[in-house]
């Protein structure tokens, strides 16, 4: 049932998104504008998921030289007050960074079929918001949120409109299989880490 999913999500998602590209950029060409790339920074966005996906990204900025990856801008789901709050205490005193508010995906139990309607939704919401900030790298680690922003970026980085480094991070208690955020971003990211117990190779289809 997975792949059948990930087949008609793709589908559905990659048609939507092209249409949506192709009519926006005809109707406001202003937005095929690169912005300018400041030395030694690099433009970032991060996907804020829910509970144990929030924690763990707010872990990996914590590593993050904020000098370098700067801005940041995080797309959180309507939704997720908690991503918001655990943000503003990760992100306090500062003020390099931007949140974009979009719709969900798929809510929690939601049927895969009645899911469709809500992610074309949300391709259609983000494309104009990452057309607009035009992140030079994009950190995501498995919520379904995630999803449109990767194929988004990744479809601008392919039509040379804006170049975006796709970085999909599995979830920690994912180690022998990827999840189903994982089965379809594998093809459209630039990096997939995964950790692996024990250490084998992965059933990744690219890596």
Not at 47 to 73: C, F, I, W
Not at 152 to 163: P, V, Y
Request: charged share 15%.
């Amino acid at each position: 049932m997975d792949w059948v999913w990930v087949i008609t999500f793709l589908t559905s998602a990659v048609l939507a998104t092209v249409i949506s590209l192709w009519l926006l950029l005809l109707l406001f060409p202003s937005w095929q504008v690169p912005l300018p790339s400041n030395p030694g920074q690099v433009r970032t966005s991060l996907v804020l998921g829910s509970g144990g996906h929030t924690a763990e990204m707010l872990k990996l900025v914590q590593t993050l030289d904020k000098a370098v990856y700067t801005p940041r801008t995080y797309f959180i789901a309507q939704t997720d007050k908690f991503s918001r709050d655990k943000l503003a205490g990760c992100e306090a005193e500062r003020e390099d960074y931007s949140v974009c508010l979009i719709p969900r995906s798929r809510e929690v139990a939601q049927s895969y079929m009645t899911s469709l309607p809500s992610t074309i939704l949300s391709f259609l919401h983000c494309l104009p918001l990452v057309l607009v900030s035009q992140p030079q790298l994009l950190l995501v680690n498995g919520p379904g949120t995630c999803v449109p922003l990767a194929v988004i970026a990744w479809l601008l980085s392919l039509t040379r409109i804006s170049k975006c480094r796709v970085v999909f991070v599995e979830s920690l208690c994912r180690v022998k299989t990827l999840s189903l955020t994982g089965k379809i971003l594998q093809f459209f990211a630039d990096d997939v880490l995964r950790q692996a117990h024990p250490p084998s190779p992965a059933p990744l289809l690219r890596s």
